[in-house]
Nanobody, 121 residues
Framework: QVQLVESGGGLVQPGGSLRLSCAAS????????MGWYRQAPGKQRELVAF???????KYADSVKGRFAISRDNAKNTVYLQMNSLKAEDAAVYYC???????????????WGQGTQVTVSS
């Protein structure tokens, strides 16, 4: 059974940093691409970043240069380091296990429960 458990969300001031973690089980982690999504109230869920099984990464334009996705295959965990946070980054962040082809991420139906990120002074 696939399980994804996110953690690390919280309240942070604008300009601050957070690191999200997503622990995966029930998959052959090192063979899978992993993605981070976010969903703000009233908006569609959007892909923030993904990391391929080989470590190649891709980011949404809105977070390039501020966010960094990484993975630790020994711990079956994917991370999202978020720096220089802005009010518009506030959302529930979800991780997903999927596949990547031709630099495009294809999500599976497996999602974590999400972790809330609030950016406010």
């Amino acid at each position: 059974q696939v399980q994804l458990v996110e953690s690390g969300g919280g309240l942070v001031q604008p300009g601050g940093s957070l690191r999200l973690s997503c622990a995966a089980s029930g998959i052959i982690f090192n063979l899978k691409a992993m993605g981070w999504y976010r969903q703000a109230p009233g908006k569609q869920r959007e892909l923030v970043a993904f990391i391929a099984s080989g470590g190649r990464t891709k980011y949404a334009d809105s977070v390039k240069g501020r966010f960094a996705i990484s993975r630790d295959n020994a711990k079956n965990t994917v991370y999202l380091q978020m720096n220089s946070l802005k009010a518009e980054d506030a959302a529930v962040y979800y991780c997903n296990v999927g596949e990547d082809y031709s630099d495009t991420y294809f999500p599976s139906d497996y999602w974590g429960q999400g972790t809330q990120v609030t950016v406010s002074s």
